[in-house]
């Protein structure tokens, strides 16, 4: 059993494991490098530890680190855990054409990351192909992605661009700021459709409280934070 911290006073639902996959191993962070993990003094197979987490949450969020930094999709993995469960599944797609590759290895929601893509077209043509994606917004000091998202004002009008578009799932990765509360004029169902739904990146098990607490749709948090280690998302890149 992995000895996964508990988040309190969050529902299980809400909550998104995210399990990072190099060379076919689950890895997390350890000195600034991406590690196998461990069970005892074995190392982890992802279907075990994918298994585990669908046990105690409704899915699970895979981030492809090889896919991502070297456009090589791990895909019988993908193939294999998604036979598991809902997987939600980031290989770094940087077309719209690449989200069907990832349905077709069994994904639920296939993420377009924006930071990788050249224009809100790509966004369109994947709609064109499947309402299951989900669009990730990344910020630092200002929105990463194409150089035309530098025409919107701010990340409210840039997420009602979406809705408008027709993108249902955004998941926000805000490397500098916490959580906060969703425009009410996103909330409210357009033209028949459901509500745009609100997914935050947690840098920690705290920012997955103050999500909740903001009332967003769920959040996603690193394997690594969950067992209480260092956090998956930044190290060293995998020769």
Partial sequence: ??????????????????????????????????????????VA?????????????????????????????????IRELAELGPLWVDVGAATGDSVIDIIMAGAEVAILPLKFLESLDDVASALELTDNIAVQVD??????????????????ELLEELAILGVRRIILHDHLNPPAPVEES???????????EIYWASKDIAEVEK??????SGALI?????????????????N
């Fill in 1 to 42: 059993m992995l000895p996964m911290k508990e988040i309190k006073g969050v529902p299980g639902d809400f909550v998104i494991p995210s399990l990072s996959i190099l060379n076919g191993a689950v890895v997390t962070v350890i000195g600034n490098r991406y590690s196998p993990l461990k069970i005892g003094s074995s």
């Fill in 186 to 196: 996103l909330k409210r169902e357009r033209e028949g459709r459901s509500a745009i």
């Fill in 45 to 77: 197979s992802p279907q075990a530890v994918a298994k585990e987490l669908l046990d105690q949450y409704e899915r699970v969020h895979v981030l492809d680190l090889k896919g991502i930094q070297k456009d090589a999709p791990q895909w019988d993995v």
């Fill in 211 to 216: 999500a909740f607490k903001a009332g967003l």
């Fill in 139 to 156: 910020m630092e000091e200002r929105i990463l992605g194409p150089v035309r998202v530098n025409r919107f004002r701010g990340l409210k």
């Fill in 222 to 238: 690193s394997l690594g934070d969950l067992l209480g280690g260092e956090d998956s998302g930044d190290a060293e890149k995998d």
